[in-house]
């Protein structure tokens, strides 16, 4: 019961923050959806950082990694939300900005996680 508490309560924590910085830092009347990228690449990167370097430096027990990556990263990003503002930027005629947006999504996602990754190595040689 522990680990589906943990990742509830994480998982909220996530959202809210989601909530916030779409809030807190970007307009949601402008036509490039920067609040999901943002949430997305930091997600990517957070990910990669908390499960492979803290969870093992700090030996934290499976359920807690699982309360970090699926609660509390996997509500803070949003997949599906990049899918919408895709195919509603396809729709309203903007091709060309929409296959940026996938493809920095996708790639910058993967760099982000490599620099999490990268960090923690970093952190372990020192």
């Keep these: 019961?522990?680990?589906y508490l943990l990742?509830?309560?994480?998982?909220?924590l996530g959202a809210m923050l989601r909530?916030?910085?779409?809030?807190?830092f970007f307009d949601d009347s402008g036509l490039f959806p920067y609040a999901t990228l943002t949430v997305n690449l930091t997600g990517s990167f957070v990910l990669a950082f908390f499960t492979t370097g803290l969870v093992k430096k700090f030996s934290l027990p499976g359920h807690v990694k699982t309360a970090i990556g699926t609660g509390f990263v996997g509500s803070f990003t949003t997949f599906s939300t990049l899918s919408?503002?895709?195919?509603?930027?396809?729709e309203n005629g903007h091709i060309l900005l929409g296959a940026v947006y996938v493809i920095v999504s996708?790639?910058?996602g993967l760099a982000m996680s490599r620099i999490g990754f990268r960090v923690q190595i970093g952190e372990a040689a020192r």
């Design 1 to 3: 019961m522990i680990p």
């Design 19 to 24: 909530y916030w910085v779409g809030y807190a």
């Design 106 to 108: 996708i790639l910058g």
């Design 7 to 12: 990742v509830g309560l994480a998982g909220s």
């Design 84 to 90: 919408v503002e895709t195919v509603t930027l396809f």
